[in-house]
């Protein structure tokens, strides 16, 4: 879906907003970690009580919300891991109005789309799920798919099986667009696995030329969303 590529891009957004942040990457392969830094050693593992009552390891996502409470965080997450998130949230009663008003928490979802039908199902579960007590921002990643007036206007099947517009209307979530980027400049990021402020130096002129717009249509799309200010004192959560 993206997710790393975005997440890289939020993490430019926060650096040249100068937005002090947190990065906990809990892919299995943390490659965003890798180039900014970020903390490597907290995954999801817990999906059901057992796991969680017994296991040695799964109370190590609690310091999510440790580190949560000090300064804004952004957690990556891996794919397919919406049972274990829900288990950790509801388990908790992270979303109660008293426990963020005792820890200060609170927490945004970021969801890369492609516009599939398998990725509109999962939006629609996880709005399901949260019922708007967990703001969801949809990403449309528009460079897996450049044309959204089909799903917009409900005539592709996914938009019709998942009533988009009715999602929209009953949990009243927020959309970005996420543009595209030429293949070969994202694999020539990749292999320099540096943050964005150093490797424009390394590439090419039509390719930085390329890069320069894509993160300027970026960071203008994220800074719509009116979560990130240049003094935010919320904490916040990023599923990708």
Not at 185 to 194: A, G, M, V
């Amino acid at each position: 879906m993206g997710k790393s590529l975005f997440c890289r891009c939020l993490l430019h957004f926060l650096e040249q907003k100068k937005i002090t942040y947190k990065l906990v990457d809990t892919d299995p392969k943390p490659d965003v970690a890798q180039i900014y830094q970020g903390i490597k050693d907290i995954q999801f593992t817990a999906s059901d009580e057992a796991t969680m009552m017994y296991s040695q390891t799964a109370g190590d996502v609690d310091k999510l919300i440790e580190l949560a409470m000090k300064e804004d965080i952004i957690v990556n997450l891996p794919a397919k891991v919406h049972q274990q998130v829900k288990f950790w949230i509801e388990g908790n009663d992270l979303l109660s109005e008293s426990f963020a008003q005792e820890s200060g928490v609170s927490f945004c979802k970021f969801f890369l789309s492609n516009g599939s039908d398998i990725s509109l199902e999962l939006l629609k579960d996880s709005l399901q799920t949260y019922q708007g007590k967990l703001p969801h921002i949809l990403v449309r990643n528009k460079g897996l798919r450049l044309d959204w007036s089909e799903i917009d206007s409900g005539d592709c099947e996914a938009s019709r099986r998942h009533r988009l517009s009715g999602l929209k209307s009953k949990h009243q979530f927020q959309e970005i667009n996420f543009p595209g980027l030429r293949r070969t400049d994202i694999e020539f990021i990749d292999r320099q696995k540096q943050p964005f402020s150093q490797v424009m130096a390394e590439l090419p002129l039509l390719s930085r030329q390329r890069v320069k717009t894509f993160l300027s249509e970026t960071m203008a799309a994220i800074e719509s969303t009116g979560k990130f200010g240049t003094s935010s004192t919320e904490a916040t959560a990023n599923k990708k």
